[in-house]
């Protein structure tokens, strides 16, 4: 049987590792086989993760082998005796392990590289069931194999992602996509800031129930976290054109009912969309953060390049702070308190007019899980932001844990400053 004669259309993965069984690391390696198998349009049908046992690995990949094309086992290659991956698959399939001289000699010599001699434990390593294609490892000496069985095939891959990726991507390259027929995955990431999952849920339910009747179909998957929702749309296709020409149509039936709302249509985050905005008008922006602690101007500057729009920050947690850092008026704090449309927009105020730049934020709030009242409880967040001749604050109430708020918080101060921008004219030039 060749490799061409049936295409690979579903995949099972066995990630094997007892530390993976554990609370202390996860199966991060089935996501990326997932996500580059998906590409070439490969659907992962099942995974599994087993500890570095022979019997419940055999046990996985009889039950894997029976459900799809392609088995991907993903770690235990290594020269250690609880590294079962090698031996129990070619036990399995009935294949000899022979010594690869070719393998051997690229352990050696990775070693050698080192001006170390290998060691003997390694040599097992080397061994390859009879008719197995041994794998190189560009960033560790466990060579990966490629092994046919009847239609299907098995993929066994090191458990160190830095080495399972490169030889995945080759894999993928030189094995899958050839015979995958021109079928790809397309996606498109849309991504809402400040709605809550029912809200989207609610205006976009009726669109993409639409597309389920649609050919080819767009699957899409809602993954809400406080403070963003993200609409995953996929197509299955054969032609680029005609997928993108369907995602477009469809990302345009999403913003008809959700707006402004839709930060980005093709998953780039909230600062990177507020930091193009900034830059198209050649704007800069400084921030006063008191309950976020710095997140707001840490995930701005998460974005390279950031330093032409971000001047500068302030983490004014004291009054005190606000007061000699911002200026703001002593008298306003005791007659307001420090969380109060009053405060936040003088702290937005103090910011920029001491940057002297275009924009500035502030934000003071209760993160919880103390400090809060009767009045202004854990949650209470008011945000400002203010230009030459005009602020705009808002108040808001997040629910969650004191990082949640936080995320909320920097989340809802990005977002005023995105829709402010929006609301202005492009060639409205420096305004300082
Ligand atoms: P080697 O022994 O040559 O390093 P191996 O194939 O035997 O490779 P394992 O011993 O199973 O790999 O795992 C080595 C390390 O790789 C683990 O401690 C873990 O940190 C990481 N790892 C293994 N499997 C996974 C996985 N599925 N996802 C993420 N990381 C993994």
Known sequence: VTQESRPVRTAAIIAVGSELLTPFRSDTNSLAITGRLNEIGIEVASKQIVGDDPRDLATAVTAALERADLVVVTGGLGPTSDDVTRPTIARMLDLPLEENGEVLERIRQRFAGRGLAMPEIN???????????????????????????????????PGPPREMQPMLDVVVREYLAPSSGNMRLYRRVIKIAGRAESYVETLAQPVYSRWLAADPRISTSILAAPGQIELHLGIRSDSADRARMSLERAIGQLKAVLGLDIFTDDGQSLEEVVGGLLRARGWRIAVAESCTGGLTSSR?????????????????????????????????????????????????????????????????????????????????????????????????????????????????????????????????????
Do not use: C
């Open 123 to 157: 040599r097992g390593q080397a061994m390859v069931p009879r008719g197995a294609t041994a794998l190189a490892n560009a960033n560790g000496t466990a060579p990966g194999l490629w092994i046919k069985v009847e239609h299907r095939r098995v993929l066994l891959l």
């Open 300 to 432: 701005l500057t998460d974005v390279p390049g950031s330093s032409d729009y971000v001047d500068r920050a302030a983490v004014t947690y004291s009054n005190r702070a606000k007061v000699e850092w911002l200026g703001v008026p002593e008298d306003l704090i005791r007659d307001h308190g420090a969380v109060s449309e009053e405060v936040a927009g003088a702290m937005a105020i103090g910011v920029r007019e001491g940057a002297g730049v275009e924009v500035g934020i502030g934000i003071s709030g209760i993160a919880g899980p103390g400090g809060g009242t009767e009045a202004k409880p854990v949650g209470t967040v008011v945000i400002a932001v203010a230009w030459d001749g005009g602020q705009r604050v808002q108040a808001f109430r997040f629910a969650g844990g004191r990082a949640q708020v936080k995320f909320q918080s920097s989340q809802a101060a990005l977002d005023m400053v995105r829709r402010w921008l929006l609301e202005q004219p492009q060639s409205a030039g420096r305004r300082a």
